[in-house]
């Protein structure tokens, strides 16, 4: 279901790149259930957003339920988020104005 293999994500920051993710791999069953533990500033949130295609990785392959995500564009990986992906933001900002209808 999930695949992840040699994945690496850099970030410029005022310093210069920092390296968040470096060589993650991961193999995640459908049906198996997962838990990322790790202190603040480890890569966790980092991590599910290059899963969900929210976060392009710098290096290496990230396959969820068959679909290679380096191989789609931006319409591409919402489409893919709408059918495969649910995300609660520890923090979000909800529309006033606006209704889930």
């Known amino acids: ?3 992840i293999k040699d994945l690496h994500l850099s970030l410029v920051g005022g ?3 920092v390296n968040i ?3 993650i791999d991961l193999q995640i069953e459908a049906g198996q259930t997962v838990s990322i533990v790790g202190p ?4 966790k949130t980092t991590l599910l957003m290059a899963l969900s295609g ?3 990785p710098t290096d290496g392959i990230i396959q969820v339920a068959g679909v290679n995500l380096h191989q789609l564009n931006e319409d ?8 495969h992906i649910g995300i609660v933001f520890q923090s ?3 529309v006033p104005t606006m209704t889930a209808l």
């Open 1 to 3: 279901m999930v695949e």
């Open 15 to 17: 310093a210069g790149p």
């Open 21 to 23: 993710l470096r060589g």
């Open 40 to 43: 603040s500033g480890a890569g």
């Open 54 to 56: 929210l976060e392009r």
């Open 76 to 83: 591409g990986l919402a489409r893919f988020r709408r059918r």
């Open 92 to 94: 979000f900002h909800l």
